[in-house]
């Protein structure tokens, strides 16, 4: 058993009475908590795995406590699951609360409705294992910070989460071949498996390109797998099954581990060359994926696919982009909003990927290659080296506290006018 604990003191706070082990089901995540908890069939709402209700001594009062368990199989790193949403949520993060250590992260907020307290606490507490992120919120019916802290820390720090008894990752399909080839685990139905393979060998190079740039070693260093799907219909199955869109020739399903590819597009799409755009752009996903341990902010992680992906349809170079992206880049630059704007983007905020897409590229090519703007070179490395060593994108962007943005995008629009 794996146990993931705090590394802070505990608060010196006596329990109410003896602490009872909560555990879900499946017997992965368990806890020490006093009192009774009754399991309630909420999950669906949740997400959750496991849901309890129960009530603890809150500052020397009875208050009620609900608790929910979900896994978080899109992230490995409990900071990334923890920082970056998907949707907006209304809330207030308290943020002298929040505390990160070996393999957990913690988080404390105020829900709100309507600008006004909701009237309860909501802590949330990350623990990695399995290769995944195990969530366990507490919702508190107080609103005495202090005194709820007291109460929970003992809970908070027993959290336990076993390993080995899950894997993010299926097993591939009866009947499916499997190979390794250009570093990746290629998985597929295709009975002419160079077809395959082209995709494994063009995937190969936009990931060598991100993994130059981005230096060190991934969190995430298993092997990268491709299902190469010959069947349109299981393709579409797997892909909704993923939550991601059909519609794509090549999606990176990130709670599987898997950059699925659907071979039939490949004879319609190969002469406009849109087919390997995308599967260029998953892959340089998949290896940032990798990299930080789970979906790092929007900006990084649509920012560095579009640049695998230009730069391997450039040669291979990542510093030297055909003339058709130049002057794409130098089009967009010229509405392009400061980089703080880009900093919290969600997905779900994003009306014109393309678009949004060539932007950020923009911006990660200025802050890569251009010349005689160290400082703000230095500053935007901090930021992605703090962002991999730490999982925690709100630490990484105090690396550029002081900076000016004004005047960083002049620096770019100056760079975009001799771009070559």
């Known amino acids: 058993m794996r146990r993931i604990a705090a590394t802070l003191v505990i608060l010196a706070a006596a329990l109410p009475c003896a602490a009872a082990t909560v555990t879900d089901p499946s017997g992965i995540v368990s806890f020490d908590a006093p009192g009774e908890w009754k399991p309630f069939d909420e999950l669906t709402a949740y997400n959750a795995m496991q849901g309890w209700d129960g009530r603890l001594d809150i500052g020397g009062e009875s208050t009620w406590v609900r608790i929910h368990l979900q896994r978080r199989n899109r992230y490995a790193r409990a900071a990334l699951a923890l920082e970056v949403p998907y949707f907006p949520t209304d ?20 829900p709100q409705k309507d600008g006004a307290d909701r009237g309860w606490l909501e802590y949330r507490h990350a623990v990695e294992a399995n290769g995944m992120v195990y969530l366990v919120t507490f919702d508190v019916g107080s609103m005495d910070a202090d005194a709820v802290e007291a109460a929970l820390r003992p809970i908070l720090d027993s959290i336990v989460a076993k390993s080995g008894m899950e894997s993010a990752q299926p097993a591939p399909r009866d009947g499916w071949w499997t190979r390794e080839i250009e570093g990746f685990v290629v998985v597929s139905d295709v009975k002419q498996k160079a077809r395959a393979q082209a995709i494994a060998r063009k995937a190969a190079i936009a990931r060598k390109i991100v993994a ?30 993923n939550g991601s869109d059909p519609k794509l020739e090549a999606i990176f399903a990130s709670q599987s581990r898997i950059l699925a590819v659907e071979l039939a597009r490949e004879q319609g799409d190969v002469a406009n060359a849109s087919y390997w755009d995308v599967i260029r752009r998953q892959a340089a996903y998949q290896y940032t994926w990798q990299f930080y341990g789970g979906a790092p902010p929007t900006w990084v992680g649509v920012g560095m696919a579009y640049y695998g992906a230009i730069g391997a349809e450039s040669g291979g170079k990542g510093d030297k982009p055909r003339t058709w992206y130049v002057k794409k880049g130098q089009e967009v630059v010229q509405t392009l909003p400061r980089l703080d704007e880009f900093f919290t983007i969600r997905w779900s905020e994003i009306d014109d990927v393309t678009r949004v897409g060539y932007e950020l590229w923009a911006w990660h090519y200025f802050l890569l290659h251009s ?13 992605m080296s703090v ?34």
């Open 91 to 110: 809330e207030i993060f308290i943020d002298e609360r929040r505390r990160t250590g070996d393999g957990f992260a913690e988080v404390v907020t105020r």
């Open 212 to 241: 130059k740039q981005l230096g060190g070693e991934p969190f995430d260093d298993s092997k990268p797998i491709i299902w190469a799907f010959a069947d349109s219909v299981s393709y579409e199955t797997f892909v909704k099954k």
């Open 371 to 383: 010349r005689g703007n160290k400082a703000s070179k230095a500053l935007y490395a901090t930021y």
């Open 387 to 420: 962002l991999r060593a730490t999982g925690s994108p709100r630490l990484a962007k105090a690396a550029f506290d002081g900076c000016d943005y004004d005047a960083l995008r002049i620096a770019l629009l100056q760079f975009a006018e001799k771009w070559r």
